[in-house]
């Protein structure tokens, strides 16, 4: 390679990704004590440099001001572009989290023995390099490296222009950090700058393993389109709540008002209300009333509107049982019965979560038989839908998608597996021949 | 939809995935004794229609002899493509194999008490429809079929024109079968017919949750770059033998040998040995005797020439490091240590499988941890690397990707899952306000 060829712009993402690559080998070979460790000392230190964190945010913001003035950037952004010492604090609490989860590596997930001697194991491993690209929101980056450096993978990160100081001095800080332990290289984690280096890295597809968008629907589809690494992200939420005929009415309430008002901007939210017809006079009416009330807009099926004459309810147009409204918005429609619920949710439904209200097992076992999705829940609200309610720990995103991890995805969706054979000298020709013969006992993990 | 578009030809595929994709659902609804009762039938059925699928077989391989004769087809292709009575009671003896596999629907992979009364389980579900494209061997519809309806897929199914009628008439024997079951929709199974077809398969993302290319490096690579639905599938197989230092060297003979002879043309043959230095003046030429008493072509670095300077051998060029020969040749390199053996296969390696024949337990320990390869083994040939002699029961093919599943596939891979939440009226209001707290138990399963 030339020297000009090394200083030109369009190599040195393919330069950044190569080291990743080989400190990924470096972060494979670390014991979880020893991840952990790097981790809590990456938490220890970004409470140390809260304030060069903080600086950097406030030119960050100032420059966002003027955008927001301009009306380039949503008020919204920019409350979430804004860290505050608090929100510091949260980062390296975070970072704790992820240091105290158990060992995502190393974990045996089947042993065979094929023969005297010859034993295989299934064992969890890392990907290697993770690429993540999200916008605004500077927390992601503490977070992601956490749990990137916690499954022994590299990472390369690309955040949004806006939070470009608040971004390089927390990966500096991560670096800093690294840089104390020998066997650690720094180039674990690393900074993209612009959004020529986005789609340098989509083509990396030798030296990077996973891409990871964290942003609107627009950006996940950019992604995906452009890139033949596998992508883990989820496109829509277009999450339903059905209220079968055998619902308790007061829980079929809570669970409505819980999925739709609880954060109207989450993918988890309730975009459509399915009710069965035998029930809507009853739970309908009273249902409106509440939503109403919590400022939530109703746009209704024919059916439903004219059982809520009186109320404040528009008529639905086909668009809205697609429409993914991250608003304070909740379509209606009345339907026969749970079969065509559950076709309507199949039709419409983008597989993220799906509730039925009911109190007949039946009905809710074939719907959650039935129902292809993330999640199906019974008598739950659909904001469960999130890794840290389920459990995990810490969340990547929620996957639509049916592939490697589906719905909330934790450590695990950071990992890959292998198979290692232990052997003593064997050839196949000895079992094809008849000579040996494969046992394949299943060993206890 | 008009009258005129619906006969058009390019609407026919999306239709049949469409009725593939209701489908799949009654098959998700089936109990593992009746998918198994299904498969058991279509077992018979083969048998009992040997002749029909023997006669058709006949026409296609009539066809295929003149192509052979003008040089259009290869005499294995043509191998590939006929089919022998015995070879139609191997058909029915794999289905019944798969038929007697544990299920690999509605297992419980996980069960976390979130809360009282609060369940999640995460559980084992089918894909959905899984799209084959394969090239010549009429065998892989059966074990297709079988498969995809044992984990409760529905499947389409295109195999090379070549096979035309032998393909038809298995179908036809599958989908008569299924008939005779009346919850089990014959749209299940079904069949493409054109490279036309392929290619609107490719897009349909909404209906197809799954394509498996089975063939040429061309053809897996075709898909990939054609589709954006899940692929799985194997580009390369380039896998290695490394002798290291502490080899015990009849060992190290036998599992080359074994490795490069035992089946040639399979993907997980080796096509490079890499020898420490320190073991080569004892090993190579002993070795390479008897390599080429097996009639294997040797390709080797300038190191390996000079020790072998009697031998039968040519100097191998750049090009070799990084190809598949599928065919009785070896590339042979001299390496000063493990290291630098480690550092060539992630350089010219595809990541299928990758040997070590040594007696160090630590130098295999590094090899395991530090090769980033579906398979990695210790003391045994690299041909073991197979969905069978895992006692995986079935194989679908090997992946090389780390997504979903590495390695050879089973059953499992067609599969995916999805969370089950029960609850009793939740929502996670009660949770964020801090009037109720998570347990995150984990139950036994």
Redesign the interface.
């Known amino acids: 390679m030339t020297q000009a060829s090394m200083d030109a712009p369009q190599s040195s993402v393919a330069e950044l990704a190569k080291r990743a690559s080989a400190a990924s080998?470096q972060l494979?070979?670390l014991s979880n004590e020893r991840r952990s460790e790097i981790l809590t000392k990456a938490a220890n230190a970004i409470e140390q440099n809260a304030e060069r964190i903080l600086d950097s945010n406030i030119r960050d913001c100032r420059a966002a001001e003027a955008t927001v003035a301009a009306g380039q950037m949503s008020p919204s952004v920019f409350a979430r572009l804004k860290l505050s010492t608090r929100g510091v604090e949260e980062m390296a609490a975070r970072v704790r989290d992820v240091a105290r989860l158990p060992d995502p590596l190393g974990r045996c997930l089947a042993a065979?023995e094929?023969d005297q001697n010859?034993v295989?194991y299934r064992e969890t491993?890392p990907?290697?390099v993770i690429g993540i690209v999200f916008e605004a929101r500077p927390d992601v980056v503490p977070q992601v490296a956490a749990l990137a450096l916690k499954s022994g993978n590299a990472v390369l990160l690309k955040g949004g222009s806006e939070a470009i100081h608040t971004n390089e001095a927390l990966v500096e800080i991560w670096r800093d950090c690294l840089e104390s332990f020998p066997s650690v290289p720094p180039e674990s984690v690393a900074l993209l700058q612009t959004r020529v280096d986005v789609m340098e890295l989509l083509k990396l597809e030798r030296d990077v393993?996973?891409i990871i968008p964290r942003g609107s629907r627009e950006l996940v589809e950019f992604v995906?389109?452009n890139s033949?690494i596998?992508v883990l992200g989820h496109g829509e939420g277009i999450c339903h709540v059905y209220v079968d005929r055998a619902a308790?009415v007061?829980?079929a309430i809570?669970?409505t008002?819980?999925s739709k008002t609880?954060?109207p901007a989450a993918c988890n939210a309730v975009e459509t209300l399915l009710v069965h017809q035998e029930i809507a006079a009853e739970f309908l009416p009273r249902a409106a009333l509440e939503l109403t009330r919590a400022a939530v807009e109703l746009r209704a099926c024919p059916k439903t509107l004219a059982l809520l004459k009186r109320q404040e309810v528009v008529q639905a147009e086909e668009a809205d049982w697609g429409m993914e409204y991250s608003d304070l918005i909740l379509s209606i429609k009345i339907v026969p019965n749970l079969d065509d619920a559950i076709a309507h949710i199949?039709r419409y439904g983008s597989r993220h979560t799906e509730t039925i209200?009911t109190e007949d097992a039946e009905a809710?076992k074939k719907f959650?038989?039935?129902i292809?999705?993330?999640?199906?829940?019974?008598?739950?609200?659909t904001?469960?839908?999130d890794g840290f309610?389920?459990?995990l720990g810490a969340e990547l995103g929620i996957s639509t998608?049916?592939?490697?991890a589906?719905?909330?995805v934790g450590l695990e969706g950071l990992t890959?597996?292998?198979?290692?054979?232990?052997?003593?000298?064997?050839?196949?020709?000895e079992?094809?021949s008849g000579a040996r013969h494969?046992t394949?006992r299943?060993l206890p993990q």
């Not at 292809?372 to 609200?381: E, K, L, M, P, T």
């Not at 998608?401 to 490697?404: D, E, L, P, V």
């Open positions: 080998r494979a070979k065979t094929l010859l295989l491993c990907l290697g393993d996973l995906a389109q033949r596998p308790h007061e829980k809570k669970i008002l819980d609880q954060y199949r209200v809710a959650m038989e039935e292809d999705a993330a999640g199906v829940f019974h008598n739950a609200s904001r469960f839908a309610r389920y459990g998608g049916k592939f490697h589906r719905g909330p890959t597996y292998k198979y290692k054979l232990f052997g003593n000298g064997q050839t196949v020709a079992y094809s494969f394949h299943i």
